[in-house]
């Protein structure tokens, strides 16, 4: 399948081999969420090293491993669609982080939406009772 159908179709094909594939990229990660401090919308989930937090705190900006090239990825460093950094919290058994983020680009998603513009969050279909998915509107 191509990156258009998955991100764009409305056939769900979940990554169920995703925390495979994570726990295969040879680094020692923990999931990290970036929410929109205003709204409370989830905007992105990624994952997070020793080296992505301490960069994350020193930047000021979301900072995520990327496990699919392998390297650290500030968001926003390439497209602009920079997520500022309000405050960091940590979950109760501390194998999570939560990024209360200020977006200071068009959106935090690298798709785009009809009128080509980055879309807010990566949440953007709904998936409905009988397996189908839908934008959200």
Not at 44 to 60: D, H, K
């Amino acid at each position: 399948m191509n990156h258009h159908e998955l991100e764009e179709g409305s056939t769900l094909r979940i990554d169920f081999k995703k925390l495979g594939k994570v726990a295969g990229c040879g680094e020692d990660l923990i999931p990290a969420v970036a929410q929109d401090e205003e709204t409370g919308e989830v905007l992105i989930v990624g994952y997070a090293n020793q080296l992505a937090l301490e960069t994350a705190q020193q930047e000021g900006m979301a900072t995520f491993w990327s496990t699919s090239r392998n390297e650290l990825w500030i968001k926003g460093k390439t497209s602009g669609d920079y997520l500022e950094i309000s405050e960091i919290r940590v979950n109760c058994e501390q194998n999570s982080i939560l990024y209360q983020v200020r977006p200071k680009g068009k959106g935090a998603c690298h798709t785009k939406d009809e009128r080509g513009e980055a879309r807010s969050g990566c949440y953007y279909r709904i998936l409905d009772g009988n397996g189908t998915l839908r934008f959200v509107e």
